[in-house]
């Protein structure tokens, strides 16, 4: 492997928290890379497009910057464009749309790791890749057709249609309210008897009164249970109900790479939370640093970029320790 193609720090993922790694490494003098198999916050882009976070902006900030919006709460669309400025202000070194494929640890204590472009050694490795790469499925029939989608972008594509939305946080109340002011006529197919406790708390009245006015139905205790091309079938506490359907939108959550962890040697117990020292974020491999969302295993509401962000600090400090 080449010399220039080895770094103390080899950072995947080039979200929010990566991106901190990176900066801290930098301030310390360390040689760093950022890997990321999309785009520049590739989670971000992946939001819906009209998105608002729960964080302000000055919880979201990063390296110092500061990230100016006239909104109480930012968007999307500012928060992409506000990391693109972080990482031109610091030059840091991405590269994207780059997978890691494997990572091993030689006899030297190095870590080899290959890629879908080239190859690297490093001294440490920062794994920062959060969760929204993988969705939780539903496991039901017709789940796999096209009109199925677990990743909701904009609702303009939903005018006028026969809209489904399973699941009630954020991300299916969203949808539910976005897309039946696009005029769709959406029905919520929801688990429990209630919407999810973490529903951003100016958008909570709104949902609510949509459905006691009857212009979101939603169907509480109930499971979508079979799709088919015009229509669904849903299990309700009344029985089977059958409706037509144009689209199905699942906001059923998402996980991190399980297997990817698993793959660099991490451990993960029943719990799939995997191991790593809190103090330091140092997993149970030597030199393998987790940092983020991904920490949290399946609890994915338990790290947030704005509880997350002071583990670049403490990474780099054990490092340079």
């Not at 080039?14 to 520049?40: F, Q």
Request: glycine share 8%.
């Amino acid at each position: 492997m080449a010399n220039q193609n080895h770094y103390d720090v080899l950072i995947i993922g080039a979200g929010p928290i990566g991106m901190a790694c990176a900066i801290e490494a930098k301030k310390a003098n360390l040689s760093y890379v950022i890997i990321e198999k999309g785009t520049l916050v590739n989670s971000l882009f992946n939001y819906p497009v009209f998105m608002t976070f729960f964080s302000t902006s000055q919880k979201l900030e990063i390296g110092g910057l500061p990230f100016v919006t006239i909104n109480p709460k930012p968007n999307r669309n500012e928060a992409v464009e506000y990391y693109r400025r972080v990482a031109e202000k610091f030059a840091l070194n991405i590269h994207l749309f780059e997978s890691v494929l494997q990572v091993v640890k030689n006899e030297q204590n190095v870590f080899e790791i290959n890629t879908s472009k080239t190859n690297y050694t490093a001294a440490n490795i920062v794994v920062a890749t959060g969760f929204y790469d993988i969705p939780l499925l539903m496991n039901v029939p017709g789940e796999d057709l096209p009109k199925v989608t677990h990743y909701y972008k904009d609702p303009h594509l939903y005018a006028f249609q026969n809209v489904v939305v399973v699941g009630a946080n954020n991300s299916g109340v969203d949808a539910a309210l976005e897309t039946y002011r696009k005029g769709a006529n959406v029905t919520m197919v929801i688990r429990s008897g209630e919407l999810g406790p973490h529903v951003k708390y100016w958008v909570r009245p709104d949902i609510q009164n949509r459905i006691k006015e009857g212009e979101v139905k939603a169907l509480f205790d109930s499971e979508l249970v079979e799709i088919r091309e015009g229509e669904v079938d849903i299990k309700t506490p009344e029985g089977k109900k059958t409706i037509p359907n144009d689209f199905v939108i699942a906001m059923t959550g998402y996980q991190p790479d399980f297997s990817m962890l698993k793959k660099f040697g991490i451990d993960l117990p029943e719990s799939l939370c995997p191991f790593y020292n809190e103090e330091t974020m140092e997993t149970n491999v030597k030199g393998l640093y987790l940092a983020g969302v991904v920490c949290g295993g399946l609890d994915t509401h338990k790290l947030f970029i704005e509880n997350s962000r002071v583990h670049a600090e403490m990474i780099v400090k054990n490092i340079v320790g």
